[in-house]
């Protein structure tokens, strides 16, 4: 039995409702530009057939529905599904809602990250460094 304050669970339009909000939204409802974003990642990603699949697929060599064709990749696109099946719904939810209520995003990814990147304190510089007391 559930309780009244429990939360249910995000469903897929959930979080693509919330990501929608964002400016970020924009972004993906455009296809050719979201296409072009997941093949960049692809290509800059740790899998080797990954890079593979993203290069083909940025080149336009390769359809998206030509890579199933491929036997080779069958076993990249199998752990693909796994890993996809393992995602935190609940978790993406949030965090795109997060995403919504910040005033500081403006939709371009690059800018946004780097933006991000400031929220970090500066590492400290070894030249700044006070001196070790004499012994």
Do not use: C, H, K
Request: charged fraction near 35%.
């Amino acid at each position: 039995m559930s309780s009244v304050n429990e939360v249910p669970p995000a469903r897929p339009d959930d979080v693509l409702a919330a990501v929608d909000r964002t400016p970020y939204g924009a972004v993906l409802r455009d296809e050719s530009r979201r296409r072009q974003m997941i093949y960049e990642a692809m290509l800059a990603g740790p899998d080797p057939i990954g890079r593979e699949i993203g290069q083909q697929l940025l080149d336009g060599s390769v359809s998206p529905r030509g890579l199933l064709a491929v036997t080779d990749y069958q076993e990249y696109f199998s752990r693909a599904r796994t890993d996809a099946e393992r995602l935190d719904l609940d978790d993406l939810a949030a965090s795109a809602a997060a995403l919504a209520d910040d005033q500081q995003l403006t939709g371009d990814l690059d800018q946004d990250a780097d933006a991000g990147a400031d929220d970090e304190p500066p590492a400290p510089d070894e030249s700044e460094r006070p001196e070790d007391p004499p012994r």
